[in-house]
């Protein structure tokens, strides 16, 4: 067990619509990243958060954005959903933003978009 | 542009043998390498992690080979286990505030029994 809780793990969303994942960090942690997960492939980075503020962003459109909490839990959000939106959304927690400082992944969120 | 090259795409060992993942980089300014292994339905895991100032690291049976000149980096399973069968991925990150790490595309391991 890493720690880092996310929800829901599984749903199906229509193409157009919205939707909100969620994700708690492991206690004291006070950075998350987001990563998509195609089927077959490497985790692609989306978004960071160090301190509730977004602190780099991967090659995802702007309907992707996110948010950070005062307790260093975090949302991904997902506007117009496409088809290729389809993939599983890794959370991932660290102490500090900076390479070296062990990242630990939930288990993720499985998005279908049909 | 793909900026961290995985090898093979699977893999498949006998019990007790020694898989080998090979990984090539092309960005020079990144600075920490780790592996990680994922089984079906869970996120990765970190395993084992490399800086370039160092040409080998081993953390159990598993042994990671650093080569800086040729920007390619290696993952080594000693005396593997069908438990050990996984896919596992290598990463590279920038150093610095702004830390993402850098995906290969996998590899699926099946050590048979």
């Known amino acids: 067990e890493t720690g880092v809780t996310q929800s829901p793990t599984h749903l199906i969303k229509t193409r157009g619509q919205q939707v909100t994942l969620r994700c708690s960090s492991q206690?004291?942690?006070?950075?998350v990243s987001w990563y998509q997960q195609a089927l077959g492939q490497g985790p692609q980075f989306i978004f960071q958060?160090?301190?509730?503020?977004?602190?780099g962003r991967g090659n995802f459109p702007p309907r992707f954005s996110g948010l950070q909490f005062p307790n260093y839990s975090s949302e991904l959000n997902v506007n117009a959903l496409e088809l290729d939106d389809s993939a599983l959304y890794l959370c991932?927690?660290?102490?500090?933003?900076?390479?070296?400082?062990?990242?630990?992944f939930g288990e993720g969120s499985w998005l279908t978009v049909v | 542009q793909q900026q961290v090259k995985q090898s093979p795409q699977s893999l498949i060992v006998q019990k007790g043998g020694i898989p080998i993942i090979n990984c090539a980089y092309e960005n020079t300014a990144f600075d920490y390498f780790p592996w990680y292994q994922q089984f079906p339905g869970k996120g990765p895991a970190l395993l084992i992690a490399i800086r370039p100032d160092v040409s080998e690291k081993k953390e159990g049976r598993f042994t990671i080979s650093f080569n800086k000149s040729a920007k390619q980096f290696s993952l080594h399973i000693m005396d593997s286990q069908p438990g050990d069968s996984a896919t596992y991925f290598c990463a590279a990150a920038l150093g610095g505030s702004n830390y993402k790490l850098t995906f290969g595309k996998g590899t699926l391991l099946t050590v048979n029994p």
């Open positions: 958060y160090y301190r509730e503020e977004e602190n």
């Open positions: 991932a927690s660290s102490l500090g933003g900076t390479a070296g400082n062990t990242i630990y």
């Open positions: 206690s004291g942690h006070n950075t």
